[in-house]
């Protein structure tokens, strides 16, 4: 009996560690756990379109009152830490208003990896 109840919670233990392990990566840090990833990809884009981002960088992010976002032309240096910044909280004196109340963590890293996806620039400039 005693030793069922020991060889069940090691069970429990094991079941958890290898759960853990299959998980996604966390949806926070400094890297897009999602780039290039085809689902995360898609869910991006359904989000963007969702949210509206559309209507200030155009359909395909190809830039309108708010920057294109598919060339290598960037405000700042687009690492994934600044575009997420960016896209959380905003960028202040602009029109660009932070969206931390409308999408989680992990959905803005899907967004990132639509917009990702989208890049049309040097492919010399990737530094995500
Ligand atoms: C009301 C207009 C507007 C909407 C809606 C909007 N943006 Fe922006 N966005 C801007 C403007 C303007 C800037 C440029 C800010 C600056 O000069 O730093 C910007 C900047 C950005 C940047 C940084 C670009 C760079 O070169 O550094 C990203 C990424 C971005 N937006 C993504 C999004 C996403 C994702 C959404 C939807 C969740 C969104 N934006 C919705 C206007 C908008």
Known sequence: MRFKLFANSLLVTGLAAVLWTALPAPAQGDTNPFTGDPDAIAQGK????ETGCYACHGKEAG???GPDLTDDQWVYRPTDATIFKAIAKGR????MV???????DEQIW???????SLYKGDPGKVIW
């Open 98 to 104: 932070g969206w931390s109340s409308s999408l989680t």
């Open 46 to 49: 359904r989000l963007w379109a």
């Open 63 to 65: 830039g309108a009152v």
């Open 110 to 116: 899907k967004v990132i990896a639509y917009i990702r």
């Open 92 to 95: 202040k004196g602009t029109t």
